[in-house]
C-alpha cells in the first residue's frame, strides 16, 4: 500500500517562507505525476501544483511565481518550496500522486492521498 507522507508545515509571518515535503513508499515513485493541494477551513479543496515524471511543472494561478514544486526520485520524496507567504495560503496542504500525469479540474484520477500538513500564515 502507498503511503505519503507530508511534513514541513508550521507558523509563518506573511512574507515568510516554508519549505513542505512529502515522502512516498510503497511502489514505483518516478512514473507517478505528484500534487499538492489544499484546503482552507470552510472552503473546497483546490489545486496548488503538479509535477510529472518528465519534470513537466503547472501551478494554480494564485501561486504562480511564489511556490516551486520539486521532486527527487533518489529519496521518494516532492517538495514545495512557499516564498512571500499571504495569509490567504493558509490551509491544509496534502501531498497526492496519479497515475495519469497532470490532469486539471478534478480529483477523480489522485490514486493517493497524505494526511496533510497545516500551514498558518499570520499577517
Known amino acids: 500500500q502507498v503511503q505519503l507522507v507530508e511534513s514541513g508545515g508550521g507558523l509563518v509571518q506573511a512574507g515568510g517562507s516554508l519549505r513542505l515535503s512529502c515522502a512516498a513508499s510503497?511502489?514505483?515513485?518516478?512514473?507517478?505525476?505528484m500534487y499538492w493541494f489544499r484546503q482552507a477551513p470552510g472552503k473546497e479543496r483546490e489545486f496548488v501544483a503538479a509535477i510529472n515524471g518528465g519534470f513537466g511543472t503547472d501551478y494554480a494561478d494564485s501561486v504562480k511565481g511564489r511556490f516551486t514544486i520539486s521532486r527527487d526520485n533518489a529519496k521518494n520524496t516532492v517538495y514545495l518550496q512557499m516564498n512571500s507567504l499571504k495569509p490567504a495560503d493558509t490551509a491544509v496542504y496534502y501531498c497526492?500522486?496519479?497515475?495519469?500525469?497532470?490532469?486539471?479540474?478534478?480529483?477523480?484520477?489522485?490514486?493517493?492521498w497524505g494526511q496533510g500538513t497545516q500551514v498558518t500564515v499570520s499577517s
Open positions: 497526492a500522486s496519479s497515475a495519469l500525469g497532470i490532469v486539471r479540474g478534478t480529483t477523480t484520477h489522485i490514486n493517493d
Open positions: 510503497g511502489r514505483t515513485f518516478s512514473s507517478y505525476a
